[in-house]
């Protein structure tokens, strides 16, 4: 059974850091586009970064220079490291999975991917 388990959220001051991970329990990851996503309260869901399975990734333009995501193979984990936080960060942020979407495909059509977590809440308060 395919389950992705975020980790990572809480509460934090404008300006400080959090980083966020997904484990992959179920199937070996490795060839899969990975993403993170985010749904900001009252908001439709958007991506924030994706990564290929060669390790290209893509960043949503809100969110550049200030996030990085990278994954480990060996640990079928995802991360998204948050740097610099603003309040408009806050949001409920999910990873998933796909076999077929690029990285870049997949920053724009999150409805695309097949697998996804529950969740994981960031609050960033100013």
């Known amino acids: 059974q395919v389950q992705l388990v975020e980790s990572g959220g809480g509460s934090v001051q404008a300006g400080g850091s959090l980083r966020l991970s997904c484990v992959v329990y179920?199937?070996?990851?490795?060839?899969?586009?990975m993403g993170w996503f985010r749904q900001p309260p009252g908001k439709e869901r958007e991506g924030v970064a994706t990564?290929?399975?060669?390790?290209?990734?893509s960043y949503a333009d809100s969110v550049k220079g200030r996030f990085t995501i990278t994954r480990d193979h060996a640990q079928n984990t995802l991360y998204l490291q948050m740097d610099n936080l603003k309040p408009e960060d806050t949001a409920m942020y999910y990873c998933?999975?796909?076999?077929?979407?690029?990285?870049?495909?997949?920053?724009?059509?999150?409805?695309?991917?097949?697998?996804w977590g529950k969740g994981t809440l960031v609050t960033v308060s100013s």
């Open positions: 998933a999975t796909d076999y077929l979407l690029t990285a870049i495909q997949a920053l724009d059509t999150p409805e695309g991917m097949d697998y």
């Open positions: 179920g199937f070996t990851y490795a060839d899969y586009c």
């Open positions: 990564i290929d399975d060669d390790g290209g990734t």
